[in-house]
């Protein structure tokens, strides 16, 4: 968390979630999530629709193995088809893979 100590991340609620993610969490009280109960939430909600900044906090907040270890349980499951992608090579998984062919899926796109 070096960026906290220089002031950056100055807009954080009181258990240090920054508030430009409060969009992400529409359904929930940005104030009352904690970083540690609700890390998975927290990661997937960030991986799924944060910007540079709020992803270069997430990796301050997390250790990149956590990340990584989420992202190859639950990402292909709760993360948007191309930012699970976009995912699994940045962090230098193996590549992704839909679960059903493109002669099983309803919707082609």
Request: with cysteine.
């Amino acid at each position: 968390m070096s960026e906290l100590a220089n002031g950056e991340w100055a807009n954080l609620t009181k258990k240090g979630i920054l508030y430009s993610l409060a969009p992400n969490f529409q359904e929930y009280n940005v104030e009352q999530l904690d970083l540690a109960q609700h890390q998975e939430l927290v990661i997937e909600r960030t991986l799924a629709y944060g910007n540079r900044a709020e992803v270069r906090w997430l990796f301050d907040v997390y250790d990149a193995t956590q990340i990584k270890e989420w992202v190859m349980r639950q990402g292909n499951r709760r993360l948007p088809w191309r930012r699970y992608n976009m995912w699994c090579v940045l962090l230098k998984l193996p590549p992704a893979r839909r679960y059903r062919s493109e002669e099983q899926r309803i919707w082609p796109f």
